[in-house]
Nanobody
Framework: QVQLVESGGGSVQAGGSLRLSCVAS???????AGWFRQASGKEREFVAA????????IYGDSVKGRFTISRDNAKNTVYLQMNSLKPEDTAVYYC????????????????WGQGTQVTVSS
């Protein structure tokens, strides 16, 4: 069993930055992690994924070059640094974990966090 708690969301103007954190507890060894987002009225969208050892980092096309995923396994924490934010980045951001990064990218998530709201104004 794994519990995930996201934080760091908020409101920011376009062009600004935010850093999301996802703290995991429970059996968190050797698992991949990722971020997804869901805007109002839309389906959940893949944002980024990272392998256990951080050797693999994968990004969705809409965030490449602007967002950076990282993790600190000593702190059981996964981060999402979001720069050059746009109004279309407005969504609830969810952290999820899975067996490997390819599974996370495919949306095969074993555990989800509760989500954190990000709002970008123009």
């Amino acid at each position: 069993q794994v519990q995930l708690v996201e934080s760091g969301g908020g409101s920011v103007q376009a062009g600004g930055s935010l850093r999301l954190s996802c703290v995991a507890s429970g059996r968190v060894q050797n698992i991949a992690a990722g971020w997804f987002r869901q805007a109002s009225g839309k389906e959940r969208e893949f944002v980024a994924a990272i392998s256990w050892g951080s050797s693999a980092k994968i990004y969705g096309d809409s965030v490449k070059g602007r967002f950076t995923i990282s993790r600190d396994n000593a702190k059981n924490t996964v981060y999402l640094q979001m720069n050059s934010l746009k109004p279309e980045d407005t969504a609830v951001y969810y952290c999820g974990v899975g067996k490997h990064s390819a599974a996370v990218v495919a949306g095969t998530i074993d555990y989800w966090g509760q989500g954190t709201q990000v709002t970008v104004s123009s």
